[in-house]
């Protein structure tokens, strides 16, 4: 099965960390952009960040710049988003997408665009 699968999400006081994976499990990651969305209760999902193919191009929200950081590691089939001083407003449902091309990844929150779209997983920040 040909599926994106995420991971790391938990309940982690404001300033703290958590490291959200995004995996591909029956085909590779190396030939994909890959995005972070993100959908908080009663909000609009939102891109959070991306990473092009080659990793060289990033681009982030301007909430998570500074805080946030993705990388991709090809030989482990994954794509981390590091996240750092972590606010009540992080909270919400993270999904990774992945699509061959980096502006869509970077733009587009609509499912249909994609053949990819993980699961989600929960990231709450609260004390």
């Known amino acids: 099965q040909l599926q994106l699968v995420e991971s790391g999400g938990d309940l982690v006081q404001p300033g703290g960390s958590l490291r959200l994976s995004c995996s591909a499990s029956g085909f590779t990651l190396e030939r994909y952009a890959i995005g972070w969305y993100r959908q908080a209760p009663g909000k609009e999902r939102g891109m959070v960040s991306c990473?092009?193919?080659?990793?060289?191009?990033?681009k982030y929200t301007d909430s998570v710049k500074g805080r946030f950081t993705i990388s991709r590691d090809n030989a482990e089939n994954t794509v981390y988003l590091q996240m750092n001083n972590l606010q009540p407003e992080d909270t919400g449902v993270y999904y990774c997408?992945?699509?061959?091309?980096?502006?869509?990844?970077?733009?587009?929150?609509?499912?249909?665009?994609?053949?990819?779209w993980g699961q989600g997983i929960q990231v709450t920040v609260s004390s």
């Open positions: 990473v092009s193919v080659t990793g060289d191009g990033t």
């Open positions: 997408v992945a699509d061959e091309w980096f502006f869509k990844v970077c733009r587009s929150a609509y499912r249909g665009d994609y053949d990819y």
